[in-house]
T-cell receptor, first 116, second 110 residues
């Protein structure tokens, strides 16, 4: 079974540009979560998509946005890039059976975004 | 104060040692508890996933959850150099996103 795949592996941008990161969840998973892992700040939650809808977002400005497609893949868009946006962006997916049968999140290897 | 506290280490042990990793948390609403292992330049890999208080064992790994003390642990028996990585505790309520500890860097010396 293929795991969570993310592309590109590495992305280099300059300040003010826009970046698009992509994620394909594990087959059968309907939820996609985006996290930022910046040096010294740990893993912080960005966005949660489920069944095509944005369900929740973390404490990040509106220039971080995204969407989920009908095939459950997702993309994260970051506008007006700033130097502090340099980080590893991780995507995770999970499935939901019902009741308290929540399944764990499985992660991809991330996209390393470098802002020059 | 962070919702989840984890000693960043680094923790250095000799090969074959028993490793104990711990996290404390403040949010009593957390229901699901996880341990992930992250190698350099890779994404977190799920090691253990628990829902309730108690112990769960999987091979050389044992996870403990004490909800009354808001304390979780991961034990690694017979540690190997290949266990050298950063270990992240994580927890959540329902289907919400994970709240992570800062991670403990482990080095197992051959």
């Amino acid at each position: 079974e293929a795991g969570v795949t993310q592309s590109p592996t590495h992305l280099i941008k300059t300040r003010g540009q826009q970046a698009t990161l992509r994620c394909s969840p594990i087959s059968g998973h309907t939820s996609v979560y985006w996290y930022q892992q910046a040096l010294g700040l740990g893993l912080q939650f960005l966005l949660w998509y489920d069944e095509g809808e944005e369900r929740n977002r973390g404490n990040f400005p509106p220039r971080f946005s995204g969407r989920q497609f009908p095939n459950y893949s997702s993309e994260l868009n970051v506008n007006a890039l700033e130097l502090e946006d340099s980080a590893l962006y991780l995507c995770a997916s999970s499935s939901y059976i019902g009741g308290n049968s929540n399944q764990p999140q499985h992660f991809g290897d991330g996209t390393r975004l470098s802002i020059l | 104060q962070k919702e989840v506290e984890q000693d960043p280490g680094p923790l250095s042990v000799p090969e074959g040692a028993i490793v104990s990793l711990n996290c404390t948390y403040s949010n009593s609403a957390f229901q699901y508890f996880m341990w992930y292992r992250q190698y350099s330049r890779k994404g977190p890999e799920l090691l253990m996933y628990t829902y309730s208080s108690g112990n769960k064992e999987d091979g050389r790994f044992t996870a403990q959850v004490d909800k009354s003390s808001k304390y979780i642990s991961l034990f690694i028996r017979d540690s190997q150099p290949s266990d050298s990585a950063t270990y992240l505790c994580a927890m959540r309520t329902g289907r919400r996103a994970l709240t992570f500890g800062s991670g403990t860097r482990l080095q197992v010396q051959p």
